[in-house]
């Protein structure tokens, strides 16, 4: 059953924000349409998780579903103050679940275990633009902050309700600001308040506060800064560096270092003690690409994020995250664009990634270890009737000696995606 989310300042704005547009005649909001966009996105998506270490509480998770995202963008009125408007509404349908077999994050699970057969949301936006400034109230889904990435890997996106506001005033700068109030998990159809995750936290609560800052500096064309700060209410506080630098060797090569450094730390009642360190590496050649990556946690407890959202670091991939307290891990990882064999659209990516002397119970002893192997293909078809259609296989396989890790699992996706204006 569809249940958009309870948002009064959603509404009020959004109210608001039409009756300005009312009273502004055809010319000053020409923009506002002219430059407005809509699309429709499907996702058919099946996925599987098959636990293998003796005496799991769950030995097998497997469904199958359909998803829509509608969204829609306009563009601003004319003036000193441009206004806009944007809106976005999801769709889920369950094809194939059951109790027993549920808890892939495709659907929603009630508490009595019922798996509902339809799911959704929606949500708008209001929007105003001062030269190159933008303010944005209402639903955000926010994917330029290290400190904040909505999930988008499952068959709905997560969002949040909040205030944001962007800008490029100052060349080379660009700087996020804002809070967010509200969570909607990506399996989902209503809000909720925010809260931490991550293994060894205490004293953690729910709260309708979450703030940041994201600024990033191109000091060259090859080489940008970042500073990110957030803070989740009376959970913890975090500042995230990052440097980013892409050297050119020849025309078909270029070695990318990515390197990031984060600390946080308890506000509140939290035990929250975290500091990572990370760096990537990648060198690319044709249509190959080579990478090598170390990560390392240290402090009294793991990485810590925001619950539903990607945690921003090297080492996580498909299921695990490798940020236990004072775990360390290294990967490799090769890709391969087929586009320089003459078949653009075909790309492949393989990887490992091993972990070690992590806590596997709050101050226990430093014997963990654990290591997960990913295989990902994917295929985008470039013209004639199904242009645009992609199918995508993804498959993880985790090992370890922590309760309940080991994995087998499979992800089949074909999603295809068409312009609405």
């Known amino acids: 059953m569809l249940k958009p989310p309870k948002s009064r300042g959603v509404a009020l704005a959004t109210a608001t924000l039409g009756l300005t547009l ?20 499907a996702r058919n998506f099946y996925m599987n998780r098959d636990f293998r270490q003796p005496n799991a509480s769950q030995n097998y998770r497997g ?20 206004l806009g408007l944007d809106a976005i509404g999801t769709w889920g349908i369950r094809l194939d679940s059951g109790r027993g077999r549920s808890g892939t994050d495709l659907l929603p699970v009630y508490a009595n275990g019922d798996v509902p057969g339809q799911y959704g949301s929606w949500g708008a936006t209001a929007k105003a633009r001062i030269s190159k400034t933008t303010i944005r109230y209402g639903t955000l889904i926010p ?6 990435e909505p999930s988008d890997s499952r068959l709905l996106p997560q969002w949040f309700r909040g205030l944001q506001l962007t800008t490029q005033e100052i060349k080379n700068l660009n700087v996020d600001a804002g809070r967010l109030t509200m969570n909607k998990q990506r399996n989902w159809d209503r809000e909720e308040k925010l809260t931490a995750v991550n293994r060894g936290m205490t004293g953690l609560t729910n709260t309708n506060q979450f703030d940041f800052v994201n600024a990033s500096y191109k000091l060259t064309k090859d080489l940008t800064f970042g500073y990110s700060f957030a803070n989740l209410d009376k959970n913890y506080t975090q500042h995230y560096f990052t440097i980013l630098h892409m050297l050119p060797i020849t025309e078909t090569q270029s070695l990318k270092t990515d390197l990031r450094l984060s600390r946080a730390y308890n506000d509140g009642n939290t035990n929250i003690d975290n500091w990572s360190m990370q760096g990537m590496f990648t060198y690319k050649i044709g249509g190959h690409s080579i990478a090598a990556a170390v990560q390392k946690m240290a402090g009294k407890t793991g990485f810590t994020y925001v619950n539903g959202t990607n945690p921003w670091l090297v080492n996580y991939i498909q299921i695990q995250d490798f940020a236990n307290p004072r775990e360390r891990s290294w990967q490799l990882r090769y890709d391969y664009d087929f586009a320089a064999m003459g078949v653009p659209g075909l790309i492949f990516m393989t990887r490992y990634v091993k972990g070690w ?3 596997r119970s709050v101050g226990g002893p430093a014997n963990g270890r654990e290591w997960e192997r990913n ?11 199904l242009k645009n259609l992609s199918l995508r296989w993804r498959n993880a396989t985790v090992r370890s000696n922590d309760n309940g890790s080991d994995i087998d699992e499979n992800r089949f996706i074909v999603g295809y995606k068409i312009s609405l204006l």
């Open 143 to 148: 994917k330029t902050m290290p400190i904040l």
């Open 63 to 82: 469904e199958w579903a359909q998803g829509f995202i509608l969204k829609y963008e306009s563009g601003f009125t004319d003036g000193i103050v441009g």
């Open 357 to 359: 002397d992590f806590e």
């Open 375 to 385: 295989t990902d293909i994917a295929y985008v078809f470039q013209n004639g009737l």
């Open 22 to 41: 009312s009273s502004f005649s055809l010319t000053t909001y020409a923009a506002f349409l002219e430059d407005s966009r809509a699309f429709l996105e």
